[in-house]
């Protein structure tokens, strides 16, 4: 299959997957210094075959590596960055939370001589499957979040412009290497930085950058259940329609399906990856409730524009949850795929 072959409603990820028990245990071994470069390899690639193996059994039909060479979804990335000092997290006691990681603060201007990693994880996984993928990244304001002002930076929107540069480079090699479809991850926290600005990030992160499909996560952020901003995306519109991406993927299920109107009401023109699995709620959705959410966007999205995936990435759920959910995924979808077929052929 092919991308120009999916389906009508198809069906994706967000980025990461689950992390296997194991996979944790040799992380905490790693990082002790227990594994050579050859287990480390092979630990990557193992997890990168699980999280393969379960998306396509499950039925996905643009699939990715999981994510499973990262921790944290951006804490691997930052070892890629010269000119950063790492400062100690603010507070080490009580429930993990956003200040509870590692900060760094700038001492020159950021460089990224080998890259960020994700060229490796490209041709892995073509060598792993034979289903169409994406490759994610964060974007630049999510990694400027964790990085101080100070050296030759004034404030954080420095800092972002300078990532993407960074991450325009890394993007224009994966497309170079044949990557086709490229995602940022963007945590959308309005009190840094207004729409407009915004935009314009996310287009210097694609300038020259030659893909079938540019894709644009924006989430309200996810770590141990928490949100890092107000729970909306209508501060973005119609701004957003602007950008250069061909995709929005938005989280609905964990706030009730709120605001599925907006592409109705902005007649925006992207497509949407419509998020209707709610990743902060410990149970499995029945097919029956993703289809019940499907048909919800449907009322304001075309059936030929909306993409159907989790709120976000699922690396905070235990393995067998996520399989799981994604399996409701897959069925709940099938079954309003049918339903449309049904009619377009009476």
């Not at 699995?277 to 030929?304: C, G, H, Q, T």
Request: proline share 5%.
């Amino acid at each position: 299959m092919t991308v120009s072959t999916l389906p009508i409603l198809p069906t994706s990820v967000v980025g990461s997957y689950a992390i296997p028990a194991w996979l944790w245990a040799a992380w905490e071994k790693i990082e002790a210094g227990g594994f050579g470069a050859m287990d480390v390899a092979e630990t990557e690639n193992d997890a990168v075959a699980i999280a393969v193996r379960d998306q396509e059994h499950a039925g996905l039909d643009l699939i990715s590596d999981g994510e499973m060479r990262r921790q944290g979804f951006i804490v691997s990335i930052f070892k890629y960055f010269h000119g950063l000092r790492p400062i100690e997290p603010r507070r080490k006691v009580g429930v993990l939370s956003y200040d509870g990681h590692v900060f760094y603060e700038p001492v020159e201007r950021l460089s990224a001589p080998a890259g960020l990693g994700t060229l490796k994880e490209l041709d892995h996984l073509r060598q792993v499957t034979t289903r169409p993928f994406k490759i994610t990244l964060p974007g630049p304001l999510t990694l400027a979040t964790q990085i101080t002002k100070g050296g030759p930076y004034r404030d954080r929107a420095e800092i972002a412009a300078d990532l993407a540069t960074l991450i325009n480079h890394e993007l224009k090699a994966l497309a170079a290497r044949g990557a086709r479809n490229l995602q940022l991850d963007d945590v959308y926290q309005s009190f840094i930085m207004e729409p407009k600005r915004l935009a314009e990030l996310y287009d210097r992160c694609f300038e020259g950058v030659l893909v079938s499909r540019r894709f644009w996560h924006i989430c309200f952020g996810t770590l141990e259940g928490f949100g890092f901003g107000e729970r909306t995306y209508r501060p973005l519109f119609p701004t957003i329609a602007s950008a250069s991406a061909d995709q929005l993927v938005f989280e609905f299920a964990n706030r009730e399906m709120a605001e599925s109107e907006l592409w109705r009401e902005f007649d925006c023109p992207k497509e949407l990856g419509a998020g209707v699995l709610d990743l902060k709620n410990f149970y499995v959705e029945s097919p029956e409730l993703v289809a019940r959410r499907i048909r919800r966007m449907l009322e304001s999205v075309p059936a030929e524009k909306l993409w159907i995936n989790p709120d976000c990435g699922l690396a905070r759920l235990p393995r067998h949850l996520a399989f799981a959910k994604l399996q409701a995924l897959v069925t709940g979808t099938r079954k309003v795929r049918e339903e449309l077929i049904g009619r377009a052929d009476t």
